[in-house]
């Protein structure tokens, strides 16, 4: 596995798109800033709606009235951030690749959308018999509070891929070169 996503994102490193947001004095940085702001945006939204299901804030106003006003900020946020960070990606596709923090991102992602889609679905299905509680049912509140740690983690390891901690051209253990998917310096490990 990690030989092809290595090897795709030598392809995509090969494009003159990617070299040229990479290279531009000014384009990385403004996708770089909009993926921050996009991601306060949705974060923002995110956190209002999530202490509401969790009966931490906002308990006078009706969960689905909260849900349903901040929705819609808070998908476009998603959607902004969503094509920023793969530009963002598109733009430094072998070391982003080989980021252990990057796939620690994506795990954490996928989690975070299979929650956002349990957490949705069981609001929606229960919210007309609690909507108004100030504090809503056990299994909303977990929801909402591991929506909003599998998000700080998201935050947490994708500013850390910024830093080279555990980079390829590092001496590293076996396990973080496997991890981090650098091929080439495990098969120069001595077998």
Same mark, same amino acid.
């Given at each position: 596995m990690?030989?092809?996503?290595?090897g795709?994102?030598?392809?995509?490193?090969?494009?003159?798109?990617?070299?040229?947001?990479?290279?531009?004095?000014?384009? $990385?940085?403004?996708?770089?800033t909009?993926h921050?702001?996009?991601?306060?945006?949705?974060l !923002?939204m995110l956190?209002i709606?999530?202490l509401?299901?969790m009966g931490?804030?906002?308990? &006078?106003?009706? #969960?689905?009235?909260?849900?349903?006003?901040?929705?819609?900020?808070?998908?476009i &946020?998603?959607?902004v951030?969503?094509?920023?960070?793969?530009?963002? $990606?598109?733009?430094? @596709?072998?070391r982003?690749?080989?980021?252990i923090?990057?796939?620690?991102k994506?795990?954490?992602?996928? #989690?975070? !959308?299979?929650?956002?889609?349990?957490?949705?679905?069981a609001m929606?299905?229960?919210?007309?018999?609690? !909507?108004?509680?100030?504090?809503p @049912?056990?299994?909303?509140?977990?929801?909402? #509070?591991?929506?909003?740690?599998?998000?700080?983690g998201?935050?947490?390891? !994708?500013?850390?891929?910024? $830093?080279?901690?555990?980079?390829?051209?590092k @001496?590293q253990?076996?396990?973080v070169?496997?991890? #981090?998917?650098?091929?080439?310096?495990?098969?120069?490990?001595?077998?």
């Amino acid at each position: 596995m990690n030989d092809l996503l290595l090897g795709l994102a030598r392809w995509v490193d090969t494009q003159d798109w990617s070299t040229q947001i990479h290279e531009s004095i000014y384009l $990385y940085s403004w996708i770089e800033t909009t993926h921050v702001l996009t991601l306060m945006l949705f974060l !923002g939204m995110l956190v209002i709606i999530d202490l509401r299901m969790m009966g931490k804030s906002f308990t &006078g106003v009706p #969960a689905a009235q909260l849900a349903e006003r901040l929705n819609r900020p808070m998908v476009i &946020g998603f959607v902004v951030m969503v094509v920023t960070g793969f530009l963002l $990606y598109y733009a430094i @596709p072998v070391r982003t690749t080989q980021s252990i923090w990057f796939r620690i991102k994506v795990v954490l992602l996928v #989690a975070a !959308g299979i929650n956002a889609w349990l957490f949705h679905r069981a609001m929606r299905d229960s919210v007309d018999t609690w !909507g108004q509680d100030e504090v809503p @049912p056990d299994r909303i509140r977990r929801g909402a #509070a591991t929506s909003l740690t599998l998000w700080l983690g998201v935050v947490f390891t !994708g500013r850390a891929i910024a $830093y080279d901690w555990y980079d390829c051209h590092k @001496p590293q253990s076996e396990f973080v070169y496997w991890a #981090a998917g650098c091929v080439d310096e495990l098969a120069a490990l001595p077998q």
